[in-house]
């Protein structure tokens, strides 16, 4: 130690030498809080999943225990065709599907059309109109949904899927601004090439631009499947009927009819509804992260 | 008509092409956004029970609103969430963000587990968190048992119903965390490394250069959160049925809003709580778009 502070080899910076131990030491110290940091953040994290899927194996003798029993003994599988039988939940899923699937199939077809035609089309107005569509992000959906409620009602769409589905495709501000983002990269050239050739913009728009956006019109299926897969709002106000439930309405239902008691069953439900999404999520996670930045940096 | 006249035929051309190509969002909005906005507006100023037409009354829907207990439990509710949930979520966003990005191992591992909770649908969340906070057989008091501490009654106490909510919804801080750090890989390393030679040390190297770095995506974060924390909904409906127990203490202006239309069919009264409510919105928009002039740095761009 006393001859290396004298003479400090060449390679190493002058400044970092004289408490080469010390500074060791603080790193390894900083590293240690950090990894238990990040570790005590993650127990957080996952502490309601091991509760939800922990809660659907158990038996009933096992819910009200002490100390808490993480693992049942034995495992008690039945809870999942339990919660089949008892509440009906296929019918929640396929409902849930019927409505999930085209709700995805209008919000790739419109938001792609609009983002287009503020992205790639030059107009009279057209950054006012653009703006217009941003400030309607923050009109809260609560100033809105009693007038909506009342024309659905006049239209009889009360007890059907069209309140949830239609507006679907009609456009969301939250996709126009992604996919219109994602848009104004494409080069401009590509476009003007085939004008020349006499293409129409719905042509250019169809056989030149989607194919190049597959990647953006990939995060708006996503997201909006799992908006209409999770939804609980809508379905809400516009569905009273019990055979039209979705898996949200089924299982806060389920959850206000039975109580503590019954939640061994009711998270085998829980659990089944999320395992479709935590799937989609893994095999497209990548596309989901993009998404997410996509959304969140340009703001 | 006179400027309709100057438009050259190309530029008419490009204009129809373009309200072409937007037509579905025009529709949308008149219909589902620009109609029920004014309509709101017109109910609230109207006697309306949801079975006969509406009759105009002035102003008092919205003074019947400040005589009214349970809708000044629902601001007084949806502020103290605001309060806390809203700067509770920057402040653990950015920590984990700045955690995952300085150089640990597992990144994409952490990523996924502190992401994957806002994939999950709303009412599963409130449901295995309502039970999670039991307070005799949940796993919240049992781990603070644990390190000694009493747990209290959580969502049967009105003291404690809210904190419990707040610390829920920092369960689904992930979508910001996403963000956060991907805005935090974008601080160019040039400004840190000069920083440094200039002697700064790691607090001042995020006080001075990664803060006012990323300033506008903690600024975008931070109006959506509080848009949707005055929102705040699904979560303090599906725990308390709907009722806002114990004590009122979750009823949420959102809340009591949605009772007052649909269980009392009081759609006059109901859409003079909405327009509080958006002016509300409007103007914490206001408040912040004026202050992030000042705290927010858009150099460079």
Redesign the interface.
Known sequence: MTASTELPTPNRLANEHPNAASSQVTRIVTNGAKYLLLLMFAFFFVLPWAWMVSTSLKNPSELAVYPIVWIPNPIRWDNYSDALRQADFLRYLVNTIQIAIPSVIGAVLSNSLIAYGFARVRWIGRDAVFTLVLATLILPSFVTFIPLYLIFKNLNWINTYNPLIVPTFLGNPFFIFLLRQFFMTLPEELSDAARVDGASELRIFAQIVLPLARPALAVVALFQFIGSWNDYFGPLIFINDRALYTISLGIANMRAAYGFSNSAWIMAASVMSVVPIVVLFFFTQRTFIEGITMTGIKG | MTRLRR?TRQ?AR??L??????S??I???V???L???F??LY?SFTFYPILASPKWVGLENYAGLLEDGRFLSGLFNTAYYAFFAVPLAALSGIL?AM??N?E?RGLSV????????S??????????????F?P??G?VN?FLEMVGIPGPAWLGSPQWSKPALIVMS??TV???V??YL??LQ?VPRELLEAAELDGANAMRKIWHVTLPMIS??IF??V??GL?AA??Y??EPW?MS?GTGAPADSLLMM?MY?YQS??QFFK?GY??AQ??V??LI??LF?TILFRVSGRLVYYGGK
């Open positions: 438009l530029e490009s204009l092409t373009g309200l072409l190509f937007i579905p969002w529709v949308g909005f219909a589902f956004r109609y029920p906005f309509a709101s109910y984990l955690l995952l300085s640990v952490f990523r996924t587990v502190f992401y994957l909770p994939i999950m649908p709303v009412v599963v969340m409130a449901i295995t968190w309502l039970w999670m039991d005799i057989n796993v049992y920092l369960w992930g979508g910001a996403v963000i991907a805005s974008d506008p995506v975008f974060n109006i959506v848009i005055f929102q909904f699904v599906v049925n959102s809003l239309a649909f759609i109901a859409s909405a327009w409510l958006f919105v409007i928009t």
